[in-house]
C-alpha cells in the first residue's frame, strides 16, 4: 500500500505538493498527508481536536498547567496509530531519538521535576550511570516495552499533577536537590513548570519530524 492509499484508507487526505520519494535505492519516504479537513498543517480538525477547550485560563496557575496539558496531549497523539515497530524507529538518522524513547525520556522529566521540588526519592527510570541514555537506548520494538512505557508515563504525569495541586504557592522552593542550570541554583515551582513546558515543547517539535518521516503524516 502507497502512503496516498493508506491516509485514504485511514481517513486522512494527500497534501496537494505531496510525492513519495526515494532518499536511496532501498528506502522509500512516505507521502505527506493529514486528517484535517479544515486546515491542512493540523493534525485533525478544530472540533476533532482535544487540546482545543472553550475554558480560558485566568491565571498562573491556569496557564502553566493548560500549555503543560496541551503538550502531554501533542505527546500522545503523534504517537497514536502506530505498532511497536513504528514507536521505535529511529526515522531521523544518525539521531537516536524514537517517538517511544520520547516517551520514556519525559517520564524521566516527569520524575525529575518531583524529585528535584518535593525531595522525592525518586531514582531515574531507564537512565544509570553505565547508560546515560538508556531512555532511548532501551526503547526498543517490543509491544511489551511500548506497553510498559505509556503506562509509567501516564502514572508519573497523574503523581506530578497531584504534587503541583497540592502546593499552593507557586514561589514554594524546591526541597529537594536541583541539578538545573551551571550551579545547581534554587528554583521555585514556577521555574520548573516553565521548564517542564519548555522540554515538552521542545521534544514535540521532535516529535513532528519522527512521525512524519515514519509514515508522512503531518500537523501540529
Known sequence: MTA????????????DDAVMTTSDASESVPARWTKSTVYLDMWVDPNDDPRETEVGAVD????????LRHYRLTLEMKCAGLDAEQLARRSVPPSTMSLLGLVRHLTEGERHLRRVMAGE???KLYCTDDDRDGDWNG?????????????RWRAEVELTDQFVAGVADLGTW??????????GANLQLRDILVAQIAEYARHCGHADLLRERIDGRVGQ
Do not use: K
Open 139 to 151: 526503547a526498543i520494538a517490543d509491544p511489551a516495552v511500548v506497553e510498559d512505557a505509556w503506562r
Open 174 to 183: 524546591n526541597a529537594g536537590v536541583s541539578d538545573l542550570g551551571p550551579d
Open 121 to 123: 526519592d525518586a531514582p
Open 60 to 67: 498562573e496557575r491556569g496557564i502553566l498547567l493548560d500549555y
Open 4 to 15: 496516498a492509499e493508506y491516509s485514504v484508507a485511514s481517513g486522512g487526505r494527500v497534501l
